[in-house]
């Protein structure tokens, strides 16, 4: 094997690559490439990113740079680093294994016992056949754009004149990178201008399932996270780490992610599933699955378990499972810590200075109680529709050994960061305890 440092490049970067890499300073094994682009911004509106010159530019890096491996953290890098390692041979996942991940209507396809869901084209004005109530969302935005519970003909007919509206805006990128790398003959619907309509799922818990694929295809669970709601609305509150629901129903929450995963093609590549559970009242189903490490969670994973999740990407990014493998092993929870990422979630519109107070939220930034406060829009945005979940302002990390404790700073900070709280999820339901829960 030749003797030097690995060079892998990170695709379409955002502020948290970055900072998830600097916990790795000392690290000495990887020379890291970010590749850029000014006309990109995560989870925003990308009107000049011009996805076929970013491409050519990617595949082009790779070969003048003898590239090793490929980084991505966020769903359309998904598309783009599965492109980019078929083109030019690197370790990676599939084009269509990301496609797939990404595009819901095709993911839920490639499910076991999914739940029911139809496509139906937005331009479709007979909505007859519909069963109400229901959940329609975008097949492939992130971060629950464009998600919503409907009820009845009336309120389908005005979430379809937002689709019209804001789905091409939003998905601007992702269609033209359908048009360009996703065969059309495999998958007919990649380019229309489809919305997904399911079946509304109802009293459950829900859950996310973080591991990796290697390239024999064997899967390697890292962990299960709970997802906790808000009481009054659909919009989440945080995700905690380490789950408190009992053994036997992670045993089938495992199985059934296992299976989707393999069903979907991936591998060299990390996943996180999201899953629907009922504490084995009844069996658990998929509500997505993503192509790509759940990176919001790096810094539980690191504060409560010791271990770094942008360490094991990288090595699984240059095909060493075996050092993916070590990395993932690093699961003492010594100080018996709760990590929780919570969102910051508003039901306004309008401009964003009205809704978000910047000063605050740059206070708790710089704060040593709160950990990687990132705010997901910049000042002078204007926050055009919220959906069922709500519009996500940010997020921030806590850590200690009480939830509910953590719960109620929580409310805290975003009682601080947003100026109506008339039209915000919070003050929020307590979480229960690990020993209400076993």
């Not at 599939?94 to 139906?120: G, N, W």
């Not at 996943?271 to 009844?282: L, P, Q, R, S, T």
């Not at 094991?312 to 075996?322: E, F, K, T, V």
Request: hydrophobic residues 40%; aromatic residues 14%.
């Amino acid at each position: 094997m030749e003797d030097r440092k690995k060079n892998v490049l990170v695709i379409l970067p955002i502020e948290r690559d970055i900072k998830a890499i600097s916990l790795m300073k000392e690290e000495n094994e990887f020379n890291i490439f970010l590749l850029e682009d000014l006309n990109f911004e995560y989870d925003s509106i990308c009107e000049k990113f011009n996805v076929e010159k970013y491409v050519n530019k990617a595949i082009k890096f790779v070969i003048d740079n003898k590239i090793d491996g490929l980084l991505y953290s966020h769903d359309f890098a998904s598309l783009v680093a599965g492109h980019v390692c078929e083109q030019t041979g690197l370790p990676g996942p599939s084009l269509d294994a990301m496609f797939i991940s990404c595009h819901k209507y095709y993911s839920r396809r490639s499910e076991v016992s999914p739940i029911k869901s139809e496509a139906f084209d937005i331009y479709n004005n007979d909505i007859s056949n519909i069963n109400f109530p229901c959940y329609v969302k975008s097949p492939f935005l992130m971060c629950s754009h464009l998600h919503y519970v409907v009820k009845s003909k009336r309120e389908m007919a005005d979430v379809l004149e937002i689709f019209r509206e804001e789905l091409y805006k939003w998905g601007k990128m992702f269609f033209d990178f359908f048009e360009l790398y996703v065969c059309k003959e495999k998958f007919p619907l990649a380019c229309k201008s489809i919305v997904l309509i399911e079946e509304l799922v109802t009293d459950y818990k829900q859950v996310a399932i973080e591991g990796w694929v290697d390239d024999k295809g064997d899967v390697n669970i890292w962990g299960i996270s709970d997802i906790n709601y808000h009481k009054i609305n659909s919009s989440q509150n945080c995700y905690t780490m380490p789950t408190v629901i009992r053994p036997e129903v992670q045993s089938q929450i495992i199985d059934l992610t296992t299976q989707t995963v393999l069903k979907h093609k991936i591998k060299y590549s990390f996943f996180n599933v999201d899953m629907w559970h009922w504490n084995g009242a009844k069996k658990p189903k998929i509500i997505e699955v993503n192509g790509r490490a759940a990176s919001l969670y790096y810094l539980i994973h690191y504060h409560c378990f010791n271990r770094l999740l942008y360490k094991a990407m990288l090595y699984l990014s240059i095909g060493d499972a075996g050092a993916c493998y070590k990395e993932s092993l690093s699961t003492n929870n010594q100080q018996n810590k709760f990590g929780a990422l919570f969102f910051i979630v508003t039901y306004n519109k309008g401009n964003v200075d009205q809704i978000v107070n910047f000063n605050e939220a740059q206070r708790y930034k710089e704060s040593n109680n709160v950990c990687g406060l990132e705010l997901f829009i910049k000042p002078g945005t204007e926050i055009s529709d919220n959906g069922t979940a709500g519009f996500r302002v940010g997020k921030f990390y806590l850590f200690g050994d009480s939830i509910n404790t953590l719960n109620k700073f929580a409310d805290e900070i975003r009682h601080a960061i947003l100026f109506d709280i008339e039209n915000t999820p919070y003050i929020c339901e307590d979480i229960k305890s690990t020993s209400e829960l076993i």
